[in-house]
Structures are given as structure tokens and as C-alpha cells.
């Protein structure tokens, strides 16, 4: 029953990413057309880890006649550490396609220095459980900081993620 629990999450990921690229289609057919946007895809380590994922999103792209420029894939910091021989051949791959690479959950996994001035990616997203308490904790505050100089520095696009008031976006 194992197996049958991970094949159907590898298939739901599929169908997730085929869709999602199907929606873009349709506005950048439509009400993108002369915008520039984003259609993000959090991805699953068991997905990105697939040996034909890559292949799998190149042929939906093309299937969809999609521009790859307003896909942005999210992939979480653990997940981008599990094999980084694999994930930097992967991340580098899909950006020659164009999509853009997100860490997501920035700051809550091993967020090595080291790892991150490997990675191929656009863009760091600050998870919320730092975000969301930053006016009551100057750790907290002092972090999230710290984590956008890094990623301006590093020429990186930074989210804040949990912004939900004008105290905090002040910050």
C-alpha cells in the first residue's frame, strides 16, 4: 500500500503541474497578454527528485504552448539540499527552459550559505513563522532583515511571506 500512496502523490503532482500550466495558458492567452505575471507551482521532493521531471515540464510547456518566463517553480530548501548534484543539474535545466526556481520556507530547513551560492535560482521566500512575529521578536525581525540584504546582494528577489498588517510591512 506504500507504493500505491507514493505513485498517486507523483500522479497528483502531474496532474497539479498540468493544469496549473493549462490555467496559464489560458491567461496569458487572455488577460496576460500584455502583462507580465507568475504562475507559481510548489513542488513536491518526491516529485522533483523523479529522473524524467524535467522532461515531464518541458513536455507540458510544450504541449500548452506556454512561455516558460511566467512559470515560477517552488521548491523547498530541504528538498533542494537531498541530492544537490541532482538539483542543481535539474534547476539549471529548467531555467535554460526559462521558468524561474523559488526557495520556498526560506530560513526554516539547513539554509546553508554554502548550498545557496550554488543553487540556480530567482527568488528566497521568508517563511511566515518569522515574518508574523517580527514586531514582537527582534531576532525574528532581525532575521528576515538580514535574509533580504542576502538575497538583494546575491541579486535574488526576496517574499516576506505573512504580512497581514501595516505594522509589519513597516518593518
Known sequence: ??????????MIGEWVAQQAIKQLKLWQDHTWSQQTGFLAINISARQFHQTN??????RILQQQQV??????????ESLVIEDIVDTVTKMEAL???GVRIAID??????????YLRQLPV????????????????????????STIDLARNLGLKV?????EDAGTWEM
Do not use: C, W, Y
Open 159 to 163: 517574499v516576506a511571506e505573512g504580512i
Open 122 to 145: 530567482d527568488e528566497l521566500k521568508i517563511d511566515k513563522s518569522f515574518v508574523m512575529h517580527m514586531q514582537n521578536n527582534e531576532n525574528d525581525a532581525v532575521i528576515v532583515r
Open 105 to 114: 520556507d526560506f530560513g526554516t530547513g539547513f539554509s546553508s550559505l554554502a
Open 67 to 76: 512561455n516558460p518566463d511566467s512559470l515560477k517553480l517552488e521548491l523547498t
Open 53 to 58: 521531471f524535467v522532461d515531464n515540464i518541458t
Open 1 to 10: 500500500a506504500n507504493n500505491d500512496n507514493k505513485d498517486l502523490i507523483l
Open 95 to 97: 531555467r535554460k527552459l
